[in-house]
């Protein structure tokens, strides 16, 4: 196969089926171009949540 050939078939695959395949490479927007997210909770409460049961023991 040449290199030609190689570069037909490529175009023939519609961008929508690549992105179905692999899904969006970039974002639309970068981080510096968002808002800062604030944290909904308390940093230490994911922990607190899902700490192991023989964590609890005294």
Do not use: C, I, K, Q
Not at 5 to 32: C, I, K, N, Y
Not at 34 to 39: K, L, M, S, V, W
């Amino acid at each position: 196969m040449t290199e030609s050939e190689r570069e037909r078939r490529r175009r023939r695959v519609p961008r929508s089926r690549l992105a179905d395949v692999f899904g969006d490479v970039l974002p639309d927007t970068t981080s510096d171009e968002r808002e800062p997210e604030t944290p909904s909770r308390a940093a230490d409460d994911w922990y607190r949540e899902n700490r192991p049961p023989h964590h609890d023991r005294d």
